[in-house]
């Protein structure tokens, strides 16, 4: 089997194969030929003891990238795994930006030594980057940047690039500035090859270029990227003076992360919960979010606990009520998620929210609609009473309807709170449809059968 071919599954199954045979050989064998990414990759995907295991067999001048790589939880037991001089080792190698991603879980007295070690071009740069927020371009941008000025000849750029001897990868134009510094344009590196030597970069720069202010958040260049089909952008601040760039490699990695946060924050959890980590404090975590679904629970039953009286007299009653609460929870998850990937892209706002929230419930009537005539239909059949195929589809109307409202307005609400909806808009709606669903089905059934 070729290195391309293998999957991750294989690699696993060859670690742990080796680990336990003590052919630490093997061991150094498979992680020879892969990237720190892939190795941080393996190190998620194993138990404590055998992750550790691992670890010491991970050569130590990749050791920073490969703890750059792995999820938050992950990289702190490694970290408390390794000693005063490991860390140092492991993240002296790291440029600026990837060292103050890794600063902030470092051991404070490492941290401190740290930067005595550092000389003052090196503090001054990392105490800039960590004074921007986590996920801001200040933080993310690369300060590689390679920045010439508008006014000199293409020959004058080749001899300077000569002297350079490589670029930094991901660049395919240079940055363009004038003698303040400030951004004015970039400059095709194709076009520094192929045209002739004598001519200005002015003539032959673009300067309709998207910049990124320094404040811009994570998100929003993802989406500038995406947009854009940009490859690297560069940074700017307040006064238009270039301070770096941000590549597509740091997209990529927003991105995934991004999608990662949604899935895990629908099931309430945190996206850089270890999948491994010990059993008592990940029940702890889990345990917050149970409790409130337990008290949404006892909620409902409170509800179903009010009509008590007809769900003696009418079996039928209990039989059928589910439908009604199922089906408005699906139909409300269908337009919660709609809605949540809307806020995600910047796609809903105050302008086309009222016009959104009229089109979910026009779909959510005409659904009500046609499944309210279905189950109507099957519960004459099944039990023999028009009063109760009348009321079932009564009352799937007016959940599913409820559900459509709700699944637009409950992350509005949350976000116009600083509340990120994919973490509790699903506990909320599903509240909304089992209360609005019982209360409907079984009022209307007190009111008129019994």
């Known amino acids: 089997m070729t290195e391309a071919t293998e999957t991750l599954e294989d690699r696993l199954s060859r670690i742990h194969l080796a680990l336990e045979s003590e052919r630490l050989d093997h061991v ?29 067999r991970v050569p130590g001048e990749i050791d920073g990238e490969v703890l750059l790589h792995v999820r938050d939880e992950v990289r702190s037991t490694l970290i408390e795994d390794m000693d005063h001089a490991e860390i140092v080792a492991a993240a002296t190698g790291l440029d600026t930006t990837d060292l103050a991603e890794l600063f902030e879980d470092l051991p404070q007295q ?8 550092m000389d003052e071009q090196q503090r001054t740069r990392l105490q800039e980057a960590l004074a921007f927020e986590a996920d801001s371009a200040g933080r993310l941008m690369r300060t590689d940047a390679i920045a010439v000025r508008a006014d000199v000849s293409l020959e004058a750029v080749r001899r300077f690039l000569r002297l350079k001897e490589e670029v930094p990868d991901n660049t395919h134009a240079l940055m363009v500035v004038d003698r303040d510094g400030l951004f004015v344009g970039t400059l095709p590196l194709a076009r520094v090859v192929s045209h002739d030597p004598e001519v200005a970069v002015a003539e032959l720069m673009a300067t309709d270029v998207d910049s990124i202010p320094v404040t811009m ?19 700017i601040d307040e006064a238009g003076r270039l301070l770096g760039r941000v590549v597509i490699d740091d997209i990529v990695d927003v991105i995934r992360e991004d999608s990662e946060q949604a899935l895990m924050n629908m099931a309430g959890l945190d996206e850089e919960e270890d999948l491994f980590a010990p059993v008592l ?10 409790g409130i679904n337990l008290a949404t629970a006892f909620l409902a039953a409170w509800v179903i606990g009010r009509f008590e009286d007809a ?6 009653l209990a039989v059928l009520m589910p439908i009604v609460a199922s089906m408005g929870g699906i139909a409300g998850s269908q337009t919660l998620t709609l809605a949540i990937r809307g806020l995600a892209l910047g796609q809903i706002s105050r302008i086309n929210s009222a016009w959104l929230l009229r089109k979910e419930v026009g779909i959510a009537a005409l659904n009500g609609l046609l499944w309210a005539l279905v189950v109507a239909v099957l519960a004459v059949l099944w039990f023999g009473s028009l009063g109760i195929g009348v009321i ?9 309807l409820a559900a459509g409202v709700a699944g637009i307005v409950i992350p509005l609400l949350l976000k116009r709170s600083g509340i990120d909806p994919a973490l509790s808009g699903s506990v909320i709606l599903t509240t909304v449809t089992d ?3 019982f209360m409907s089905f079984l009022g209307l059934a007190t009111v008129f059968l019994l």
């Open 281 to 290: 404090p990940s029940a702890k975590r889990r345990a917050v979010w149970l």
């Open 28 to 56: 150094d064998g498979v992680i020879a030929d892969l990237e720190p990414a892939e190795i941080a990759l393996l190190l998620e995907s194993l138990p404590p003891a055998a992750r550790l295991r691992l670890w010491e």
């Open 311 to 316: 769900l003696d007299k009418i079996v039928a």
């Open 435 to 437: 209360v609005v669903g």
């Open 392 to 400: 079932i589809a009564a009352a799937l109307v007016i959940n599913m």
């Open 110 to 117: 490492v941290a401190e030594d740290m930067l005595r070690s």
């Open 217 to 235: 958040s994570a998100r929003d260049m993802a989406t500038l990227f995406q947009t854009h089909d940009l490859v690297s952008a560069p940074v």
